[in-house]
């Protein structure tokens, strides 16, 4: 069966520095993944996405991703933080017909200025 | 852009109603999806809708319902609220792709209080 794992479950840094957010998968197939974030009341926004081809992919907002098949890895990575990025952020995995989301556990993002 | 819109943001029920959860979407997607998102745990499936009048169980169905009587519109019911049903609950809708590489498009969630 699919899953994800997110190990950290908060993460706090400071405004301007750099950031990276881990993410692992189980998939047996070709994974289709994604980034979501999720800011306090508010429904999920997709960040990135990958689906094959160029393993590093950018996204909105300023974000890349690395997919990493040895590693069964997609981490997601910021160069510079500001306060707004503050949320939380969902790693997912497409999986079967229909493309049923298998989500993380999700990250929280703390920016201290 | 794509618009999921869920009827309430907030809800308050009592233990024993039958209670209704509205989605509508704008884009014409086959696919709808209601997630249920709890602390610690992520988002996990309860039913999804491949087409009209179609439905397919998720990974924790049990105290649920759907309906799906037009393409633009998914209800999620509770038969008889139970106060382990209070959560945020999210809809979702995506185009139908057989190569599941589009992404889901959520709403932006209704936070239901079962007392």
């Known amino acids: 069966a699919q899953s994800v794992t997110q190990p950290d479950i908060h993460i706090t840094v400071s405004e301007g520095a750099s950031l990276e957010l881990r993410c692992n998968y189980s998939?047996?197939?070709?994974?289709?993944l994604f980034w979501y974030v999720q800011s306090p009341g508010q429904g999920l926004q997709l960040l990135l996405k990958?689906?094959?081809?160029?393993?590093l992919v950018q996204g909105i907002k300023g974000f890349e991703a690395e997919f990493k098949r040895s590693q069964s890895s997609f981490n997601l990575r910021k160069p510079s933080v500001h306060w707004s990025d503050a949320a939380e952020y969902f790693c997912?995995?497409?999986?079967?017909?229909?493309?049923?989301?298998?989500f993380g556990a999700g990250t929280i993002l703390r920016v201290k200025s | 852009d794509v618009k999921v819109t869920q009827s309430s943001r907030y809800l308050v029920k009592r233990t024993g109603e039958k209670v209704f959860l509205e989605c509508v979407q704008d884009m014409d997607h086959e696919n709808m999806f209601w997630y249920r998102q709890d602390p610690g745990l992520g988002l996990r499936l309860i039913y999804f809708?491949?087409?009209?009048?179609?439905?397919e169980k998720g990974d924790i169905p049990e105290g649920y319902s759907v309906s799906r009587e037009k393409k633009e519109r998914f209800s999620l019911i509770l038969e008889s609220a139970s106060t382990n049903q209070t959560s945020m609950y999210l809809c979702?809708?995506?185009?139908?792709?057989?190569?599941?590489?589009?992404?889901?498009?959520f709403g932006d969630g209704t936070r239901l209080s079962i007392l």
């Open positions: 979702a809708s995506r185009v139908r792709d057989r190569f599941s590489n589009q992404p889901q498009h």
């Open positions: 990958y689906f094959s081809g160029d393993t």
């Open positions: 997912a995995v497409g999986a079967g017909y229909g493309n049923k989301l298998v």
């Open positions: 809708s491949y087409d009209v009048k179609m439905k």
């Open positions: 998939y047996g197939a070709t994974p289709y």
